[in-house]
């Protein structure tokens, strides 16, 4: 067996959302979004009491990177979470 690869959607307090993955399925990973300063922005008022939630999209321990990256892409687009009014995703780039 593989090691566990996952797709996650995180969902913020101002219901904004992040489509990440994980390639080691390590349950404390929360992703990399590379839009951090519009994040912390946006949940300053949240600062002293934040609770995010983490939902695992899909997972495969025979997955090769690539097949994960791709289910990656599949997810944003699907959830709209690179639409900067939905969420953080900033690739693939949105198009109206």
């Known amino acids: 067996m593989g090691r566990l690869k996952q797709v996650f959607k ?5 219901g ?6 994980d390639l080691t399925g390590a349950i404390t990973y929360f ?9 912390a922005a946006d949940l300053a008022e949240h ?3 934040l ?8 997972e495969s321990d025979t997955a090769t990177d ?5 289910k990656e892409r599949h ?19 949105f198009t109206e």
């Open 10 to 14: 995180i969902t913020y307090p101002n």
């Open 47 to 49: 600062r002293l009491n």
């Open 31 to 39: 992703g990399s979004p590379s839009d951090k300063a519009r994040i």
């Open 66 to 70: 690539n097949e994960v990256r791709e």
């Open 75 to 93: 997810y944003i687009r699907l959830l709209g979470a690179n639409d900067p009014t939905v969420g953080y995703n900033l690739v693939p780039r």
């Open 51 to 58: 609770t995010v939630s983490k939902e695992i999209l899909w």
């Open 16 to 21: 904004m959302i992040y489509v990440g993955m």
